[in-house]
């Protein structure tokens, strides 16, 4: 199990927030997103490390950005 946090800019409501969750829960080998809209941390579960790039890619297929992966 991976926990990785991301920070996303762009997020205003809580539309943004399942917008993210759903494109970032649909990367192959994720388990699980939390959003927390206040701060942008986007934090994702996984079996096993997943490429940042592929976040990121889906993260602006809904319309945001990431700041820093981290
Ligand atoms: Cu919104």
Redesign the pocket.
């Known amino acids: 199990m991976t926990t990785t946090t991301y920070t996303v800019t762009g997020?205003?409501?809580?539309?943004?927030v399942s917008s993210v969750r759903e494109e970032v829960g649909e990367v192959p080998g994720v388990t699980g997103v939390d959003v927390d809209l206040a701060t942008g941390l986007v934090t994702v579960r996984s079996e096993s490390p997943i490429d940042a790039a592929q976040i990121t890619a889906a993260v602006q297929e809904a319309g945001y950005e990431v700041v820093t992966p981290s």
């Not at 997020?11 to 943004?16: D, E, I, L, P, R």
């Open positions: 997020m205003t409501c809580g539309h943004c």
